[in-house]
């Protein structure tokens, strides 16, 4: 028996029988009700209510064809998704992902852990997450636009300004944003703040590009600051990805004194020992969709690495920013015999459950993704306020509120895993948190889901 609880076991057992096969969804629900072991013992009351067990069913999964004509006039049909997982405490919110690695278990692992992460936000916004077995790589402008007028012309009817509200995620930036945002209009004939991650001209906020990388470094900085008097000064810092999170958590990083040594992708690793130019990482990844191999071609002195091995750089602080599973127990071991100090997780899930295990059983102070990655979710909550006022707030106001915001998480999680008897450990501190505002807004709203 993997639990201690034999309540937690018989909720598992289930999810495992009605969710066959769907590993990263088993992952994420194991992980969480692990957390849950000192929960349930405090609070019989919710047990009784059945909170767990209705936590781990999704309110409603949507599934669709989504049919697109290619440049070439032949049809080509993806697979579109949304999960709205919990609106408990708000209107669903989760972002898209565009990738060919994307089904049913992916979806679900992401819309479970965004219903914790947007509770610990302390914002009004429940879980949902989406997307599509869509590849935008190598595709050119027009065929992401027909590709997204497609997946929304379905999406339209399932969303709301007030009832869910997407963003993107891997593989959904500004262009994709546009495009749907476009299509849910024409579609609708409403101008709503139905989408986050929208262009300025159009209704986004300011901060909410940067949002996720920055708030992953305030949380690190706060995290390092409390629980070691430690900074990003002097420290070496490996960053694998190159996409949105990546680059502007080396942005931040980088200000707050560290040096960013390493970014990637899904081929392979850049080491550039003088510090990552991040000019010429923004011209290769938002100008030109290139890849991370280019800068070794652009920048004197930078190595470019095929294949996985980024973890084998040595480095003071570790902030994996590109998927889920991407770090292994290996990956873990050679970043602690090299002296790793701080871990984060930019990335949703990037840690298997054997690394996370490894960095705990280590002492080193490790941030999981559904508190130290929440600033991008954060921000998103911050840009639907605005659209609600007609206002838009500066660069300065956003960037502000979404420092607090880290802060308060780190706090908040800290505390949680103080009170829970388990001083430092994160993990169950971001879950206890989390879980704590949903699920007392679940009791008083009766078994209604
Ligand atoms: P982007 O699409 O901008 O960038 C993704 C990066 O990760 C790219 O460098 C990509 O490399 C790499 N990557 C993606 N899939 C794989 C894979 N299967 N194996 C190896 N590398 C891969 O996405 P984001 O930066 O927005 O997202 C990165 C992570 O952060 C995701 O886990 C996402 O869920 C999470 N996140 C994002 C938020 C946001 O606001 N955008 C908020 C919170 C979390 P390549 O180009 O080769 O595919
Ligand atoms: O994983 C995430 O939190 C996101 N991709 C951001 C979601 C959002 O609604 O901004």
Redesign the pocket.
């Known amino acids: 028996m993997a639990f201690k609880s034999e309540y937690l076991q018989k909720v598992y057992d289930k999810v495992c029988q009605r969710n066959k096969g769907e590993e990263e969804f088993l992952q994420a629900v194991k992980e969480v009700l692990e957390s849950f072991e000192p929960v349930v013992e405090k609070r019989p009351d919710i047990v009784k209510a059945g909170i767990i067990d209705r936590l781990v069913e999704p309110e409603r999964f949507i599934q669709f064809r989504v049919p697109w004509v290619d440049d070439n006039g032949n049809v080509q049909v993806n697979r579109g998704f949304r999960v709205q997982f919990n609106s408990a405490i708000g209107p669903y919110?989760?972002?898209?992902?565009f990738h060919p690695t994307v089904c049913a278990s992916v979806i679900k692992f992401?819309g479970f852990?965004?219903i914790f992460?947007?509770s610990l936000t302390g914002l009004p916004?429940g879980g949902?997450?989406g997307g599509s077995d869509f590849d935008p790589k190598g595709k050119s402008d027009a065929e992401v636009m027909r590709f997204c007028q497609s997946f929304m012309t379905e999406l339209s009817k399932h969303i709301g300004a007030d009832t869910d509200?997407?963003?993107?995620?891997?593989g959904?930036g500004a262009r994709e944003i546009g495009f749907m945002y476009g299509q849910y209009k024409r579609l609708r004939n409403e101008f709503t703040g139905v989408l986050?991650?929208k262009g300025l001209s159009y209704g986004g906020s300011l901060a909410?590009t940067e949002?996720?990388g920055y708030g992953l470094c305030y949380f690190t900085d706060e995290m390092l600051k409390s629980m070691k008097n430690e900074s990003f000064k002097g420290k070496t810092v490996v960053i694998s990805g190159s996409g949105n999170v990546a680059i502007y958590a080396t942005q931040k990083a980088t200000e707050l004194g560290g040096k960013v040594v390493a970014l990637s992708d899904s081929n392979g690793y850049i080491y550039d020992e003088n510090g990552i130019n991040l000019d010429v990482v923004k011209q290769i990844k938002e100008v030109e969709r290139g890849r991370i191999k280019e800068y070794a071609d652009r920048v004197p002195g930078s190595v470019y690495t095929e294949g996985k091995g980024i973890w084998s750089i040595k480095c003071d602080i570790a902030l994996p920013c590109a998927t889920q599973n991407e770090l292994n127990g290996d990956d873990a071991d050679m970043l602690i015999k090299n002296g790793v100090i701080a871990v984060a997780e930019g990335a949703?899930m990037p840690s298997t459950p054997e690394a996370v295990e490894k960095f705990l059983a280590a002492g080193i102070m490790f941030g999981p993704?559904k508190a130290a990655?929440?600033g991008?979710?954060?921000?998103?909550?911050l840009?639907m306020s605005q659209n609600s006022e007609r206002l838009s707030w500066t660069f300065e106001e956003v960037d502000a509120k979404l420092k607090n915001i880290m802060i308060n998480i780190f706090h908040n999680s800290y505390n949680a895993s103080k009170e829970y008897g388990l001083e430092g450990n994160l993990v169950a501190g971001a879950n206890i948190a989390g879980f704590a505002k949903v699920a007392d807004a679940m009791m008083w709203q009766g078994v209604s889901y």
């Open positions: 919110k989760g972002g898209l992902r992401l852990e965004q992460k947007n916004i949902g997450k509200v997407p963003a993107g995620d891997i959904v986050t991650g909410r949002a996720t949703n993704a990655n929440a991008g979710v954060a921000t998103s909550a840009e």
